[in-house]
């Protein structure tokens, strides 16, 4: 079983950037796909970004496209969430996980089975 926990969420402003950071421990990762997802108060979960095993394909949810970017460590067992240009509606509960298959990478968190804690961001206006 893998274990994974977010750090780097907080408060920042609208225009703002974060970098979100997803480690992974007790087994490896690196042949798996993983995930980001947010949730905000009284919202469902909603996918944000997904990065394949070797790193070299990613996936964006339509709300992020051009202002996030996904990335991985394989050798630091890491994935990083680079948030830019943040807006008050990415205020949510992120959190990342491991995709249950490596051949695809679904925006569905049914896909998804290891999820860490989530982590708070909060955008201000």
């Known amino acids: 079983q893998v274990q994974l926990v977010e750090s780097g969420g907080g408060l920042v402003q609208a225009g703002g950037s974060l970098r979100l950071s997803c480690a992974a421990s007790?087994?490896?990762?690196?042949?798996?796909?993983m995930g980001w997802f947010r949730q905000a108060p009284g919202k469902e979960r909603e996918f944000v970004a997904a990065?394949?095993?070797?790193?070299?394909?990613?996936h964006y949810g339509d709300y992020v496209k051009g202002r996030f970017t996904i990335s991985r460590d394989n050798a630091e067992s890491t994935v990083t969430l680079r948030m830019n240009s943040l807006k008050p509606e990415d205020t949510a509960v992120y959190s990342c996980?491991?995709?249950?298959?490596?051949?695809?990478?679904?925006?569905?968190?049914?896909?998804?089975?290891?999820w860490g804690q989530g982590i708070q961001v909060t955008v201000s206006s």
């Open positions: 007790g087994r490896t990762i690196s042949n798996v796909n």
């Open positions: 990065i394949s095993a070797s790193g070299t394909i990613t």
């Open positions: 996980a491991t995709a249950k298959s490596r051949y695809i990478l679904s925006p569905s968190p049914d896909q998804y089975d290891n």
